[in-house]
């Protein structure tokens, strides 16, 4: 028992108070919406039309047929705001740039338009209001058109408009993890809308929408399976059945890619090698690139996790990536693919002994010495940072390391690390963070953005490719979660896009335009990021998160003492990574002159980055002046209570927009405001153990009002250890060994309204339950059948029960009855009783 004088002894007590409303904060059972491309940010435009406007295709292309679909959902918004009313009649036309110069001679149009690029115009023609979209092919049409509703959608006056786009980018990709068996890698949205039982799946209405929802932001390619397990995806079966997804996503401009595994040729081609140089492999994969072909003439190209993580590659034979990616690249050249070719390329056997090993190095150590060898459609696929879609990582040096060699940067729209979709993460701004963020290469200004448009080196082809592993329920799960895939398509259309922008547009297009819900949205999305790093991962930890397991919940030492190489090497004095020159691994000198200088001093080094790069004493001060300890805990603080803000701005938009959002929402960010708890406590306790340096402000190790589940009077429930122990309060917490268990304590505090909070853990495998009594009388029940992560107690299924304006005086006898259903113990951590409104 920690705080609080409450004794476990079995008493009667008079009950006088009631209970107020009470509130599940635990997440059931998950969305099921019907997928559609209108639940996200394309929504039903142009229910009634008060203007008469025609929308008119000019060539017979489904592009441009598309395109006019679009528009006529959304004619009268844009006849309204290009000016037009009822009384005049407005026309929207929609072709290629050539198309437009032939129907309309008299349209002052520009020369040329740049590949997928459009423009925008808007006259009075012999009276009436005609709004012009001419693409540099139907393609960019079709951009044009999304562009056009997007602007109508945000009340943008088009009266006046003549604008052309194109986007700064070739390569706009999303990635999908997605195995034949229907599962989906790191996606937290269900099973796949591709594939079901080892097939492409009858149904593929999903995939157009989803291909419509990629064209609306300008995303050209999808590639469609997993970076692992992707041999069976070659074989001819399924390249007729792959065809199909072609097929769906072919009207709107999206390109299939596909995953290949490097050991093709042996696991399915029946060669006894897959040695890259090998004549008979090469022949093999000429020949199958051929066949690929034959089943689908546009396929965007392969992409390739080769030598990575139990993936075979051309290592095997002492060869190089640029030896595996020139062969597919050859292969795929007559066609017009191109190479993906993740620099994801590390060995995951480090020894953890030796100061010197860091995973951080490998892309660069591997792939700049290659800079120049690459076949001239190959793109070397970087991730953002150097080790894995982490809270905060440095940007990766490669960037800056590949002068002769086409560049795509990796970033993950699913949330893996990031809180996989229960929490909300509007990733955009780490993003931006990464493109805006000037490398110094060469000594002049080469911001990563740049950098991947080909524009500082000179290179053809580059882009950005999203991790989106979407699924069945919603798309990405959760409805906000929405805004990330939008702000991936607008970065990497335009890099120069502010992040607050993309998060206003997104939430006018999806939840309306009233300026209170777009001002409070578009805040909640810009603070999300910031709390997510502050309740997790503080000053370049990475995510302190269960690294060999789920990737959610904290595990702090998970990351230690294994080969993954996501080290932190926290002991009792000092915490982080020596990755300078003189002293540690050599990782900062792989950035180019500037950089390596300031990252190699820890005193010049940001604080955010501080111990990704150095290896420093708690006391250690950071540039901000608060010890590194101090630090850890106050960002954890801040972080928990900016996390309860985000429900808390979410409840005052109730009444305002849909409900089903609303209600989602609600569930969820209750939900992530208790995770954030979690996160600080685990977080906050093991450093305090760790350190032995107190928290200045008191916080840490002190929790008023709160009763440990093993102080109470128990029966038939047993005390056991959670690992880590740093997920459960003083490390220990209770579980039903029998059917039926409780737990009890006496209040003898000062009498008064309160917030109880019940800590328990959902374990999935059962559905337990609990009720919740005072003096006898029932206050609250509840089902424990949310899906969280984790067979075992573990802050990946800790989650809470918050009853709100509970009164209690000196003497009540409070009582927990878990039920244990099957795999589930009804397990819980603590209660904690707090004066009403405290709990947020
Ligand atoms: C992460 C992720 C894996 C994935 C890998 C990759 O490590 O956890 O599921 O396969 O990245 O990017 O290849």
């Given at each position: 028992?920690?705080?609080?004088?409450?004794?476990?002894?079995?008493?009667?007590?008079?009950?006088?108070g009631?209970?107020g409303?009470?509130?599940?904060?635990?997440?059931?059972?998950?969305?099921?919406?019907?997928?559609?491309?209108?639940?996200?940010?394309?929504?039903?435009?142009?229910?009634?039309?008060?203007?008469?406007a025609?929308?008119?295709?000019?060539?017979?292309?489904?592009l441009?047929?598309?395109?006019?679909?679009?528009?006529?959902?959304?004619?009268?918004?844009?006849?309204?705001?290009?000016?037009?009313?009822?009384?005049?009649?407005?026309?929207i036309?929609?072709?290629?740039?050539?198309?437009?110069?032939?129907?309309?001679?008299?349209?002052?149009?520009?020369?040329?338009?740049?590949?997928?690029?459009?423009?925008?115009?808007?006259?009075?023609?012999?009276?009436?209001?005609?709004?012009?979209?001419?693409?540099?092919?139907?393609?960019?049409?079709?951009?044009?058109?999304?562009?056009?509703?997007?602007?109508?959608?945000?009340h943008?006056?088009?009266?006046?408009?003549?604008?052309?786009?194109?986007?700064?980018?070739?390569?706009r990709?999303?990635?999908?993890?997605?195995?034949?068996?229907?599962?989906?890698?790191?996606?937290?949205?269900?099973?796949?809308?591709?594939?079901?039982?080892?097939?492409?799946?009858?149904?593929?209405?999903?995939?157009?929408?989803?291909?419509?929802?990629?064209?609306?932001?300008?995303?050209?390619?999808?590639?469609?399976?997993?970076?692992n397990?992707?041999?069976?995806?070659?074989?001819?079966?399924?390249?007729?059945?792959?065809?199909r997804?072609?097929?769906?996503m072919?009207?709107?401009?999206?390109?299939?890619?596909?995953?290949?595994?490097?050991?093709?040729?042996?696991?399915?081609?029946?060669?006894?090698?897959?040695?890259?140089?090998?004549?008979?492999?090469?022949?093999?994969?000429?020949?199958k690139?051929d066949?690929?072909?034959?089943?689908?003439?546009?396929?965007?190209?392969?992409?390739?996790?080769?030598?990575?993580?139990?993936?075979?590659g051309?290592a095997?034979?002492?060869?190089?990536?640029?030896?595996?990616?020139?062969?597919?690249?050859?292969?795929?050249?007559p066609?017009g693919?191109?190479v993906?070719?993740?620099?994801?390329?590390?060995?995951?056997?480090?020894?953890?002994?030796?100061?010197?090993?860091d995973?951080?190095?490998a892309?660069?150590?591997?792939?700049?010495?290659?800079?120049?060898?690459?076949?001239?459609?190959?793109?070397?696929?970087?991730?953002?940072?150097?080790?894995?879609?982490?809270?905060?990582?440095?940007?990766?040096?490669?960037?800056?390391?590949?002068?002769?060699t086409?560049?795509?940067?990796?970033?993950?729209i699913?949330q893996?690390?990031?809180?996989?979709q229960?929490?909300?993460?509007?990733?955009?701004?780490?993003?931006?963070?990464?493109?805006?963020?000037?490398?110094?290469?060469?000594?002049?200004?080469?911001?990563?953005?740049?950098?991947?448009?080909?524009?500082?080196?000179?290179?053809?082809?580059?882009?950005?490719?999203?991790?989106?592993?979407?699924?069945?329920?919603?798309?990405?799960?959760?409805?906000?979660?929405?805004?990330?895939?939008?702000?991936?398509?607008?970065l990497?259309?335009?890099?120069?896009?502010?992040?607050?922008?993309?998060?206003?547009?997104?939430?006018?297009?999806?939840?309306?335009?009233?300026?209170?819900?777009?001002?409070?949205?578009?805040?909640?999305?810009?603070?999300?990021?910031?709390?997510?790093?502050?309740?997790?991962?503080?000053?370049?930890?990475?995510?302190?998160?269960?690294?060999?397991?789920?990737?959610?919940?904290?595990?702090?030492?998970?990351?230690?003492?294994?080969?993954?190489?996501?080290?932190?090497?926290?002991?009792?004095?000092?915490?982080?990574?020596?990755?300078?020159?003189?002293?540690?691994?050599?990782?900062?000198?792989q950035?180019?002159?500037?950089?390596?200088?300031?990252?190699?001093?820890?005193?010049?080094?940001?604080?955010?980055?501080?111990?990704?790069?150095h290896?420093?004493?708690?006391?250690?001060?950071?540039?901000?002046?608060?010890t590194?300890?101090?630090?850890?805990?106050?960002?954890?603080?801040?972080?928990?209570?900016?996390?309860?803000?985000?429900?808390?701005?979410?409840?005052?938009?109730?009444?305002?927009?849909?409900?089903?959002?609303?209600?989602?929402?609600?569930?969820?960010?209750?939900?992530?405001?208790?995770?954030?708890?979690?996160?600080?406590d685990?977080?906050?306790?093991?450093?305090?153990?760790?350190?032995?340096?107190?928290?200045?402000k008191?916080?840490?190790?002190?929790?008023?009002?709160?009763?440990?589940?093993?102080?109470?009077?128990?029966?038939?429930?047993?005390?056991?250890?959670?690992?880590?122990?740093?997920?459960?309060?003083?490390?220990?917490?209770?579980?039903?060994?029998?059917?039926?268990?409780?737990a009890?304590?006496?209040?003898?505090?000062?009498?008064?309204?309160?917030?109880?909070?019940?800590?328990?853990?959902?374990?999935?495998?059962?559905?337990?339950?609990?009720?919740?009594?005072?003096?006898?009388?029932e206050?609250?029940k509840?089902?424990?059948?949310?899906?969280?992560?984790?067979?075992?107690?573990?802050?990946?299924?800790?989650?809470r029960?918050?009853?709100?304006?509970?009164?209690?005086?000196?003497?009540?006898?409070?009582?927990l009855?878990?039920?244990?259903?099957?795999k589930?113990?009804?397990?819980?951590?603590?209660?904690?009783?707090?004066?009403?409104?405290?709990?947020?």
């Amino acid at each position: 028992m920690r705080n609080g004088r409450v004794s476990g002894h079995r008493g009667v007590g008079k009950k006088i108070g009631f209970v107020g409303a009470l509130l599940a904060m635990a997440m059931s059972t998950e969305v099921a919406w019907a997928q559609t491309a209108d639940q996200a940010w394309i929504r039903g435009r142009g229910a009634h039309d008060p203007v008469d406007a025609r929308v008119r295709a000019l060539g017979p292309d489904p592009l441009e047929q598309r395109a006019a679909d679009e528009l006529e959902r959304g004619a009268s918004g844009i006849a309204l705001a290009s000016g037009a009313d009822s009384q005049k009649k407005a026309q929207i036309v929609v072709g290629t740039l050539e198309e437009l110069r032939n129907a309309y001679p008299a349209l002052r149009l520009p020369d040329h338009l740049v590949a997928d690029g459009f423009w925008l115009g808007s006259s009075i023609q012999q009276g009436n209001r005609l709004i012009a979209i001419a693409g540099s092919d139907s393609r960019g049409a079709l951009y044009g058109a999304f562009d056009l509703l997007r602007s109508a959608a945000m009340h943008r006056d088009l009266r006046s408009m003549s604008l052309a786009e194109s986007p700064a980018m070739p390569i706009r990709w999303v990635d999908e993890w997605d195995n034949a068996d229907g599962s989906v890698e790191r996606g937290y949205a269900g099973r796949s809308i591709f594939f079901d039982g080892g097939h492409v799946r009858a149904d593929l209405k999903p995939v157009s929408e989803y291909a419509r929802l990629l064209a609306s932001v300008g995303i050209n390619g999808c590639n469609i399976n997993n970076v692992n397990n992707a041999a069976v995806f070659l074989e001819p079966q399924m390249l007729k059945e792959v065809a199909r997804i072609a097929d769906a996503m072919r009207p709107w401009g999206v390109r299939v890619g596909l995953s290949v595994d490097i050991a093709s040729p042996q696991k399915i081609g029946g060669l006894k090698t897959y040695d890259p140089v090998d004549p008979e492999v090469i022949g093999w994969w000429k020949r199958k690139v051929d066949e690929v072909y034959a089943a689908i003439p546009d396929l965007a190209g392969f992409t390739v996790k080769a030598d990575s993580e139990g993936q075979p590659g051309p290592a095997s034979y002492g060869r190089t990536p640029a030896d595996a990616a020139n062969v597919l690249a050859n292969a795929l050249a007559p066609h017009g693919g191109v190479v993906l070719y993740r620099a994801f390329v590390y060995n995951h056997h480090l020894d953890w002994n030796d100061a010197k090993a860091d995973r951080a190095r490998a892309a660069y150590d591997i792939f700049h010495p290659l800079d120049g060898k690459f076949a001239p459609n190959v793109i070397v696929q970087v991730k953002e940072g150097p080790i894995d879609f982490q809270t905060q990582e440095p940007v990766s040096p490669l960037f800056a390391g590949l002068e002769k060699t086409n560049q795509a940067m990796e970033l993950q729209i699913t949330q893996e690390y990031l809180g996989q979709q229960r929490h909300l993460v509007y990733i955009a701004p780490m993003w931006k963070w990464v493109l805006d963020f000037d490398l110094r290469a060469q000594n002049r200004t080469t911001p990563v953005k740049e950098i991947i448009a080909g524009k500082t080196f000179d290179r053809p082809l580059g882009g950005m490719v999203g991790v989106a592993s979407v699924g069945q329920n919603g798309w990405l799960g959760s409805p906000l979660a929405l805004a990330n895939l939008y702000a991936f398509g607008r970065l990497a259309w335009e890099p120069n896009l502010t992040v607050e922008q993309i998060a206003e547009e997104w939430t006018r297009q999806t939840l309306g335009n009233d300026p209170e819900v777009v001002r409070t949205v578009t805040a909640m999305l810009m603070q999300s990021w910031p709390a997510y790093l502050h309740y997790t991962g503080p000053l370049g930890m990475q995510t302190l998160t269960d690294i060999t397991g789920s990737h959610y919940g904290p595990n702090i030492e998970a990351s230690e003492n294994n080969g993954w190489g996501q080290w932190h090497r926290a002991d009792h004095e000092a915490v982080g990574m020596d990755r300078s020159v003189a002293t540690g691994t050599g990782y900062a000198g792989q950035y180019p002159p500037e950089l390596a200088r300031k990252y190699e001093d820890a005193k010049t080094t940001p604080d955010e980055l501080l111990t990704f790069f150095h290896h420093v004493p708690y006391t250690w001060k950071l540039l901000d002046g608060k010890t590194v300890i101090q630090y850890i805990y106050d960002s954890h603080y801040q972080g928990a209570e900016e996390a309860a803000r985000l429900g808390q701005e979410w409840k005052t938009l109730e009444g305002k927009i849909d409900p089903q959002i609303y209600n989602e929402m609600h569930k969820r960010l209750e939900y992530q405001a208790g995770h954030a708890f979690v996160w600080r406590d685990a977080i906050v306790q093991y450093f305090l153990k760790l350190s032995g340096i107190p928290d200045e402000k008191g916080r840490a190790g002190h929790y008023p009002g709160r009763y440990e589940a093993e102080n109470a009077k128990l029966t038939g429930y047993k005390v056991v250890g959670v690992q880590p122990w740093e997920d459960a309060s003083g490390g220990k917490a209770v579980s039903c060994a029998e059917t039926n268990c409780s737990a009890e304590w006496r209040y003898e505090e000062k009498a008064g309204r309160f917030d109880v909070v019940v800590q328990y853990f959902d374990l999935q495998g059962g559905d337990a339950k609990f009720a919740f009594s005072v003096n006898g009388k029932e206050e609250a029940k509840w089902v424990a059948d949310a899906k969280l992560p984790s067979r075992t107690l573990h802050g990946d299924n800790t989650t809470r029960y918050v009853m709100r304006g509970l009164e209690l005086k000196p003497g009540d006898r409070i009582e927990l009855e878990g039920v244990a259903d099957a795999k589930d113990p009804a397990a819980f951590d603590y209660i904690e009783v707090t004066p009403v409104s405290s709990v947020k």
